[in-house]
């Protein structure tokens, strides 16, 4: 049991009847108050419009922990005592009226303690509730806001949305949640990089021939037809997830590991990303839409066959690219970034490409081989493995080659450490007040630039998507982008 605590926090959790709250939040500060990250007196107060009572309330939250937390950790007690620290209020979050229920709330507290505002609600709102809470007296100097991304549609509604925060909080108290940074491997990713003069000096244009980044969703829409298909899995994923897993790759060592130092690094990266012109729009993006297929071997529908479709939708359910960071450590470096939904299998991986040596000397016919890989993997199972190339066994085999990792994976090497999910690890250090995993504004807002000459790209070209088959991995086109390059996607999962 850790007894590092945190000190008495209030978590006013705006949204706290939606999907997000019910199926990370909650299970995320159960498993913190199991391992004893929680004080004593931390308090939660959930907001929802939904009318009901504080008991019917935590019935919910109390049935959604079982259905999520494994049975194995699930303590009667721990989950009983946490269920204890749950208050409800029903509120319209737009008007102000009620939000002095808020205020009535933290002074209930037996002592004065700072208050966190989680918004797992949607961004259009976010002004609108920081403004109610200011305007009640809900708030004071210590008070921190946690929103979820991507933050707006586009450059400028992100500027507006990030103006009404900023117009209430300043930017040491807001933090800007992108959960792929909460995950164990991505700290990882920051100690193997800076820690082992291994990789780091590796780690630049003339060691690595490229790199490819891959998130995968088995998943369709999901029931989020009417925000999906006005954003689409470029500005769904491309522009926070995966941009901010380049930046991890791509960013020069910080000074330290002070929050500013490493998003000033990350910021660089996103100034140095080339802009897409229309001749490279056409040879090195792909958009795709998904049609019937199976998975698993269950027949799944097409994205325009989905329920509440829009069936003239052009929205892309999938996107491939290849794009280069403009400076001295990448010049030369191209980066493949691929994600989609209705991929063949849930897959989030970061496969770093070595360049092989100048003088080969082995079988001619195994060159291909002659390569050592860094592959990183978020998701399902969280790991690092570093491909080698070794004698294959045996007195006939000669000096025939054969490739094998070198291999760390997170739930073999721990066996008696539970790996924490990402949104432990975030919630934990905005109740620390610690922001070196969240999102600076200017990150948001250079990678919105960056996104938006993209999508602009495609409205001038009209260019529609192209179709590909629910359980595979993506159009054929996304396969001869990259093997125009002499290359192939990393597919030995």
């Not at 049975?71 to 209020?89: H, P, T």
């Not at 280069?324 to 191209?334: D, H, K, L, Q, Y």
């Not at 080659?401 to 450490?417: E, I, M, Q, V, Y």
Request: hydrophobic share 40%; charged share 30%.
């Amino acid at each position: 049991m850790i007894h590092d605590t945190t000190p008495d926090v209030d978590l006013a959790l705006f949204g706290a009847l939606g999907d997000l709250a019910l199926r990370k939040l909650y299970p995320a500060l159960y498993h913190l108050d199991r391992d004893g990250l929680l004080a004593d007196g931390a308090r939660v107060l959930g907001l929802a419009r939904q009318d009901i009572e504080g008991e019917d309330f935590r019935k919910r939250v109390r049935e959604a922990l079982k259905k999520r937390v494994k049975a194995a950790v699930l303590d009667s007690d721990c989950l009983e005592r946490f269920i204890g620290r749950l208050d409800y209020l029903k509120l319209d979050f737009a008007t102000v009226e009620g939000y002095e229920a808020i205020r009535d709330w933290r002074e209930a507290a037996p002592d004065e303690r700072p208050m966190t505002v989680y918004l797992a609600v949607p961004a259009s709102i976010y002004g609108d509730i920081c403004r109610n809470l200011d305007a009640s007296g809900s708030l004071d100097d210590e008070t921190r806001v946690v929103v979820e991304k991507p933050i707006g549609y586009d450059l400028e509604s992100s500027k507006e949305i990030n103006d009404a925060i900023g117009s209430v909080f300043p930017e040491s108290r807001i933090y800007r949640i992108d959960h792929y940074l909460g995950k164990e491997t991505v700290q990882n990713l920051i100690a193997l990089r800076f820690a082992n003069p291994l990789f780091g000096n590796q780690w630049n244009q003339n060691q690595i021939s490229h790199v490819e980044i891959t998130v995968a969703e088995q998943v369709g829409i999901e029931g989020r037809w009417g925000y999906f298909d006005k954003a689409g899995q470029l500005r769904d994923m491309v522009q926070n997830h995966l941009l901010q897993l380049l930046c991890l790759i791509a960013m020069d060592p910080p000074s330290n590991l002070d929050a500013d130092a490493i998003r000033d690094e990350k910021v660089k990266v996103l100034k140095a990303l080339k802009p897409f012109s229309q001749e490279t729009i056409g040879r090195d993006v792909v958009r795709g839409q998904y049609i019937a297929g199976s998975i698993n071997g269950a027949s799944v529908p097409g994205y325009l066959d989905e329920e509440g479709a829009n069936t003239d939708s052009r929205t892309e359910t999938f996107v491939a690219m290849k794009t280069e960071v403009a400076n001295w450590r990448w010049a030369g470096v191209p980066f493949y970034l691929r994600t989609g939904k209705r991929m063949p299998e849930k897959l989030s991986q970061i496969v770093i490409h070595f360049r092989q040596q100048p003088h080969y000397i082995f079988d001619p016919d195994q060159r291909s081989l002659a390569s050592n890989k860094l592959i990183i993997r978020l998701q399902p199972e969280e790991g690092i493995a570093l491909q080698v190339l070794t004698k294959d066994g045996g007195l006939d085999k000669g000096m025939r080659l054969r490739p094998g990792p070198l291999h760390l994976d997170f739930n073999n090497a721990f066996p008696k450490s539970r790996i924490p999910d990402a949104y432990e690890r975030l919630l934990l250090e905005v109740m620390k007040g610690q922001q070196y995993l969240f999102v600076r504004r200017d990150e948001v807002e250079y990678a919105w630039r960056w996104a938006d000459q993209l999508i602009a790209g495609w409205a001038e070209r009209d260019m529609p998507p192209r179709r590909y088959p629910a359980g595979s991995w993506g159009p054929v086109a996304s396969i001869a982008m990259i093997t125009q390059d002499g290359r192939s996607w990393y597919e030995d999962y």
